[in-house]
């Protein structure tokens, strides 16, 4: 009996022992049974863990691997609430809720008494209570010796070598965890949201050449990209990116990779593309060793791509939402639904236009669309939306190719049924826009983009009222009748107001001032450079001012004929051309052959075969376009063609736009200045000039904020322009790190640690070999750009440096008004307003030609 009570009061310890113990008793590795029979697991069979859930969750356990302090990976069954489904996953457990980093099976959960099975020829399946496959390793024929979980979280089987014969980290559903690579072709995908049952409506994948990116899957037409990860060079400055997201780039043991492109989620935090150059992710972050701590990123059913850390004890915590964190909530791309407006998060239907309605936070159309397709275009109308642009402008690639301009932009979507809103922008110091009308538009945002520096227009397709059949044409009777002569009259007098004003006057006095103007270039006829252009077929190029097309002249001479379609500026802009270069002739200098001005403003220029210069320098993660002996080359051409128009010609002309968009060149590549629209012309006597500031963002001189300027001003342009070629990069590039966006900031960096060609994109092999002069070019870039207009060299000087024939200045200062971006001066002094609202002002009166 003694024994008995004493039996009684162990049992009860024995049993507690017992219970504690049961995460210990899972193993990590399995081994296959030596039988001819295959190990089998039901997950009503499996050890039920006590995961202390508060969401309902449960987890039955087949492996178990501890990271530290009761956190880490379970393989296993997962369910929630009534546990009538089951998923076979990976999960996190020890800190807080269970979560699931893995899936087998998330779009065909299966019910109690469902099984796992390792057959004996190596598959490991996943079987229904009713006896249906669901999943499987496809593994069958491979020889298998177990199935492990690892301690990154990785599900394995491995044959008798210890080799891998199938992981579950090269089968990726919404997660990426530390230590696990996301491949070039792989996709993370986002479960099934509850608004949208059995539909999967975001994926992340790595894009070539341009890092971890995120889509939104669309009813109509291509996924569209609302969040770009872009790669930034491994001597980013660390400390100044707290709080956001980057994709650092490198290659193996510092050599070329062969492989490929991969992304790896490094424990810590560091996302990092081929390489060990790392940054961590958000701030705020624990002093706990790596190996207390699980991480992750997650694309959530509802498009957010985050990063998670877990940590023993604790609830599962956010450290940063990448989509927000990099370019704000107004970036995703449903938040406020179709044709929805954001600002700061919150939600609108477009100010000023008809036909739309707000709802439950949405907006949607009144009418259904598309509109009808056999309406005339007078019945339908853009409305321009100003200071707004679509999320997916940041995917250069979705651009519709061929079209650079506003109105060619405009006019493909009147022309096409199914556009229903189309969006345009130009990059800061680019020429040629971009031109978007996705087939299905989701939400739009109101403001700029952080990081990205653009100007945006968007034009929204309504239909316009339509009237009765009669009633419309009844009523104008009515009216006309009623009014009698006098609305006849005054109709007409409007006419003549009109016509007189904005068309014939304008032209005919054009052509009145180029009578007066001697050495005039030939003069055409309006027909006769329509059949030279096929009406106009063949667009070459174009931006805010017009377009020009490529055209062949009855003797067979190729042209380029450039075609004004507005008043007021582009009238002044081709008087300006035709009087400026009309008259004056050097290799270097775009030939202007002839003009018309009948009807429309028209300009004939020889025909340069291999485009603007901008489409050869810039060559981020490419190898250049052209090598270092016709870079040099391009270089002493456009010096010489500036030096001629500041010292050589009657009178002095300072061209004020002087950037790679207008330069062009030849089929020998040849370079030659072109584009004299914004050219002002100085007396030989007169030292300075007085202008209006004119000219392109990141090219324009500090002093051009005053009222009068010098011959100095495109110097400081061509130092621009000298710097970019020689470095591959873009003197303002909003995609790259804070440190190293601006040009001259880097250069500035770079000259404190005497290490000027930090600054090159692209040191290769041919490079190596003209270092020093690369470093000479650099330096004479420099001497350009200084900020006191009277330290810059004439560019005759420049010619003899290039030349070889004299040497650079000695005393070169590398402290840049400019080093953090353009901006203009006023009575010597720069303030951080000037620098948004000139640079906005010059981007006007520059737009792309």
């Known amino acids: 009996m003694d024994a008995f009570f004493i039996l009684l009061f162990i049992l009860p310890f024995l049993f507690s022992s017992c219970t504690s113990s049961t995460a210990a008793t899972i193993p990590p590795i399995i081994y296959l049974n030596n039988s001819r029979d295959p190990s089998s697991w039901r997950n009503d069979n499996l050890i039920d863990m006590n995961v202390n859930s508060t969401d309902g969750s449960r987890v039955r356990?087949?492996?178990?691997?501890?990271?530290?302090?009761?956190?880490?990976?379970?393989?296993?069954?997962?369910?929630?609430?009534?546990?009538?489904?089951y998923l076979f996953s990976v999960i996190v457990v020890g800190g807080g809720n269970p979560s699931v980093v893995w899936s087998a099976n998330t779009d065909r959960p299966v019910k109690e008494n469902a099984s796992l099975i390792l057959t004996q020829d190596g598959n490991l399946v996943l079987q229904d209570s009713d006896g249906s496959n669901v999943w499987s390793t496809t593994t069958a024929g491979i020889s298998v010796l177990g199935i492990n979980i690892t301690e990154f979280g990785n599900l394995v089987l491995f044959n008798e070598s210890e080799s891998v014969v199938w992981q579950s980290f090269d089968h990726p559903t919404d997660t990426l965890l530390a230590g696990q690579r996301l491949y070039e072709g792989q996709k993370l995908i986002s479960s099934s949201s509850a608004t949208i049952p059995n539909r999967s409506l975001y994926y992340a994948t790595l894009t070539m050449g341009s890092g971890l990116a995120a889509f939104t899957q669309v009813d109509k037409g291509d996924p569209q990209m609302y969040y770009q990860l872009v790669p930034e060079p491994s001597s980013i400055d660390q400390s100044?990116?707290?709080?956001?997201?980057?994709?650092?780039?490198?290659?193996?043991?510092?050599?070329?990779?062969?492989?490929?492109?991969?992304?790896?989620?490094?424990?810590?935090g560091f996302l990092v593309n081929l390489g060990t150059s790392q940054e961590p992710f958000g701030s705020n972050r624990s002093n706990l060793p790596l190996d207390s701590a699980i991480e992750y990123i997650r694309l959530n059913s509802d498009g957010h791509l985050k990063l998670y850390r877990h940590e023993s004890e604790t609830e599962a915590r956010e450290i940063v939402d990448m989509v927000t964190s990099d370019l704000g909530v107004c970036q995703h791309p449903r938040?406020?639904?179709e044709l929805g407006l954001c600002q700061e998060g919150k939600c609108g239907c477009p100010k000023g236009v008809k036909g739309f309605q707000y709802s439950n936070g949405k907006c949607s159309r009144t009418t259904p669309f598309p509109l009808s397709c056999q309406s005339a275009p007078d019945k339908q109308q853009l409305v321009e939306i100003r200071n707004v642009s679509y999320f997916n402008v940041i995917d250069s690639n979705a651009a519709i190719p061929n079209i650079k301009d506003v109105e060619g932009c405009k006019q493909a979507c009147r022309q096409n049924c199914s556009c229903s809103a189309a969006f345009f922008r130009y990059d800061n110091n680019v020429s040629d826009g971009y031109c978007y009308m996705p087939s299905e538009v989701l939400s739009i945002r109101e403001g700029e983009i952080p990081n990205y520096n653009f100007t945006s227009m968007s034009y929204i397709k309504v239909e316009m009222p339509s009237e009765a059949p009669d009633g419309g044409r009844t009523r104008l009777i009515a009216i006309i009748a009623g009014s009698g002569s006098a609305v006849l009259v005054i109709f007409f007098v409007l006419i003549v107001i009109y016509r007189t004003k904005f068309c014939k006057l304008s032209t005919e006095e054009g052509e009145d001032y180029i009578h007066q103007v001697p050495g005039m270039p030939m003069r055409f006829s309006n027909e006769e450079l329509r059949v030279a252009t096929r009406d106009f077929k063949e667009r070459i190029g174009g931006g805010g001012f017009g377009s020009v097309f490529k055209g062949v002249l009855p003797d067979g001479t190729e042209v380029a004929v450039k075609r004004l379609y507005k008043m007021g500026h582009a009238v002044r802009e081709f008087l300006a051309e035709v009087e400026t270069i009309g008259s004056i002739h050097h290799f270097n200098l775009v030939r202007l052959i002839g003009f018309s001005a009948e009807k429309s403003c028209l300009l004939v220029f020889e025909y340069m075969s291999n485009?603007?210069?901008d489409n050869w320098i810039f060559y981020r993660d490419q190898k250049p376009c052209i090598d270092w002996q016709n870079r040099k080359k391009i270089i002493l051409d456009i010096a010489k063609g500036l030096a001629y128009l500041h010292e050589e010609c009657r009178q002095r002309i300072i061209h004020l736009d002087i950037k790679p968009q207008n330069i062009l060149l030849d089929e020998n590549f040849n370079a030659k200045i072109s584009d004299f629209g914004l050219s002002k012309?100085?007396?030989?006597?007169?030292?300075?000039?007085?202008?209006?500031?004119?000219?392109?963002?990141?090219?324009?001189?500090?002093?051009?904020?005053?009222?009068?300027?010098?011959?100095?001003?495109?110097?400081?342009?061509?130092?621009?322009?000298?710097?970019?070629?020689?470095?591959?990069?873009?003197?303002?590039?909003?995609?790259?790190?804070?440190?190293?966006?601006?040009?001259?900031?880097?250069?500035?960096?770079?000259?404190?640690?005497?290490?000027?060609?930090?600054?090159?994109?692209?040191?290769?092999?041919?490079?190596?070999?003209?270092?020093?002069e690369a470093l000479r070019m650099i330096r004479i870039a420099a001497?350009?750009?200084?900020?006191?207009?009277?330290r810059r060299p004439l560019m005759s000087t420049v010619v003899k440096v290039l030349e070889g024939v004299m040497e650079v200045d000695t005393s070169i200062n590398y402290e840049f008004i400019h080093a953090m971006g353009s901006s203009s001066v006023s009575d010597g002094h720069v303030s951080t307003a000037q620098r948004v609202s000139t640079a906005q002002q010059a981007s006007v009166l520059s737009n792309p030609r």
């Open 240 to 268: 100044s990116r707290k709080g956001h997201c980057r994709l650092l780039t490198r290659n193996e043991n510092g050599s070329s990779s062969s492989g490929s492109d991969y992304t790896d989620l490094l424990p810590g």
């Open 61 to 85: 356990a087949l492996l178990s691997r501890n990271k530290s302090l009761g956190l880490g990976f379970v393989c296993g069954f997962y369910c929630t609430g009534d546990c009538i489904s």
């Open 681 to 772: 012309l100085v007396d030989r006597n007169d030292s300075q000039v007085l202008v209006t500031l004119r000219g392109t963002p990141g090219y324009i001189a500090p002093e051009c904020g005053q009222s009068k300027i010098t011959v100095k001003v495109d110097v400081y342009s061509f130092g621009i322009v000298l710097l970019e070629i020689v470095t591959g990069r873009r003197n303002l590039d909003g995609t790259r790190s804070e440190s190293s966006k601006h040009l001259l900031g880097l250069l500035q960096n770079k000259a404190k640690e005497d290490q000027l060609l930090d600054i090159m994109e692209d040191l290769d092999d041919e490079m190596v070999y003209h270092r020093e």
């Open 783 to 790: 001497w350009c750009l200084q900020n006191d207009h009277t």
């Open 611 to 613: 485009g603007s210069l």
């Open 335 to 337: 938040l406020c639904g």
